[in-house]
């Protein structure tokens, strides 16, 4: 698990450069990378706070439960499915960011859904059936 420990510090820190950059062409790839890599140590408030984050569809705040904030993470589901399946229809190869659409699509598709969760429940149980999606990315 060291090795995992020292993915986890460089992605970290990749994802603070990036962040600091925020005006210039972004990767997503330290992200992904990041938020995948928090998912598969469980800590997905970590993963879902980063994605959400990298991708400008929330901030995503452990204690707020408005049903503004609730109705927001609806709305930006609908547009990343609706993204998705068009990208998929599409079947043209792009990248976002230097990841490939489809899969940025579904990370946003997975992400908010647990967000979405974790605001009505307040848990991520359920999000961890979201695993086997996300290892298929």
Same mark, same amino acid.
């Given at each position: 698990s *060291? ?13 603070r450069?990036?962040?600091r ?8 790839q330290?992200?992904? !990378?990041?938020?995948l890599l928090q ?6 408030? /970590?993963a ?5 984050s990298a991708? /400008? ?9 408005s049903?503004?904030?609730? !109705?927001e #993470? ?5 547009v990343a499915i609706? %993204?998705y !399946?068009?990208?998929?229809q ?6 976002? *960011? *230097?990841i490939?659409?489809?899969q940025? #699509?579904?990370? /946003?598709i997975? #992400?908010?859904q ?5 605001k009505g429940e307040g848990?991520?149980a %359920?999000?961890?059936?979201? /695993?086997?999606?996300?290892?298929q990315i």
């Amino acid at each position: 698990s *060291g090795k995992e420990s020292e993915a986890l510090s460089r992605f970290q820190e990749a994802v603070r450069i990036q962040s600091r950059l925020r005006g210039a062409c972004l990767s997503l790839q330290p992200f992904f !990378n990041l938020a995948l890599l928090q998912w598969k140590k469980r800590h997905a408030h /970590d993963a879902i706070k980063t994605w959400l984050s990298a991708r /400008d569809l929330s901030m995503f705040q452990r204690n707020s439960n408005s049903a503004f904030e609730l !109705n927001e #993470f609806h709305q930006k589901l609908e547009v990343a499915i609706q %993204s998705y !399946n068009d990208q998929i229809q599409v079947q043209t190869s792009r990248k976002i *960011g *230097g990841i490939a659409a489809e899969q940025v #699509f579904l990370a /946003d598709i997975i #992400f908010l859904q647990c967000a979405i969760q974790f605001k009505g429940e307040g848990i991520l149980a %359920s999000c961890q059936e979201s /695993d086997l999606r996300l290892s298929q990315i």
